[in-house]
């Protein structure tokens, strides 16, 4: 399944954290609209299916880079991606990895962070499919975008309540609550990321490769029915 099809899967998902970041907002600014959040939720998730929620998700998450928004999961400032370390790092750690299948049917690792990348990504790409490993990937994305999305909140959300004149409580408590939102976030999309990584290197580690010893009895075995 191709990055566009999931990210557009986890639309609805994006949309109604947005509404229940929203509801939860103005229960912070204005505590009497609490009795309602039921209605209020409900209407919100309806707008979800709206033709605009795509837009507005899209929009959101858009307005920060794909090396960005890695930078706010792994909290690197180079060599961000998981794949960078697939090899020296992840196949070693991850029981299911056999490396040594896994270097039989690939050959070498390599060495430096971009071309572990590169050889990770040509591997991803010829096992996308795999529902195992498509799943990994869309909840990698889902929690990336929504670590991202909470930080543009995080900055925007107490700005507007101070513009609406609220109370230093309630701008606290919106900075406290996207900080943790963030913080979540960021941590599920690090460990799906990873999971996504090991995915794709436990799935061709299990590939058969034809052994040398096999291969000759194989000729041997001709080679007799040959003469008879």
Not at 48 to 69: E, H, N, Q, R, W
Request: glycine share 6%; proline share 4%.
């Amino acid at each position: 399944m191709t990055k566009a099809a999931l990210k557009a899967q986890n639309t609805t998902w994006i949309w109604t954290v947005v509404v229940a970041d929203a509801l939860t907002l103005m229960s912070f600014a204005f505590p009497s609209v609490v009795d309602q959040a039921a209605s209020w939720v409900a209407s919100g998730l309806r707008l979800a299916g709206a033709s605009i929620a795509p837009v507005v998700v899209l929009l959101l998450t858009s307005l920060l880079s794909s090396d960005f928004k890695a930078t706010l999961v792994f909290w690197r400032l180079r060599d961000v991606l998981p794949g960078h370390r697939a090899f020296s790092v992840y196949a070693q750690k991850d029981p299911r990895v056999d490396v040594g299948r896994l270097r039989a049917a690939i050959g070498e690792f390599p060495e430096s962070p971009r071309e572990q990348n590169a050889l990770w990504y040509r591997l991803f790409k010829k096992t996308d499919s795999d529902p195992e490993i498509a799943q990994a990937h869309r909840y990698f994305l889902l929690f990336r975008d929504l670590a991202a999305l909470s930080l543009l909140l995080g900055i925007g959300a107490p700005g507007a309540l101070y513009v609406l004149g609220t109370g230093a409580n309630a701008i606290w408590l919106a900075v406290a609550l996207f900080s943790a939102q963030y913080l979540a976030t960021a941590i599920a999309a690090r460990l799906h990321g990873v999971r996504l990584v090991c995915n794709v290197l436990a799935l061709h580690g299990v590939a058969e490769v034809p052994k040398p010893r096999t291969i000759r009895k194989t000729a041997a075995a001709e080679g007799a029915s040959g003469r008879v």
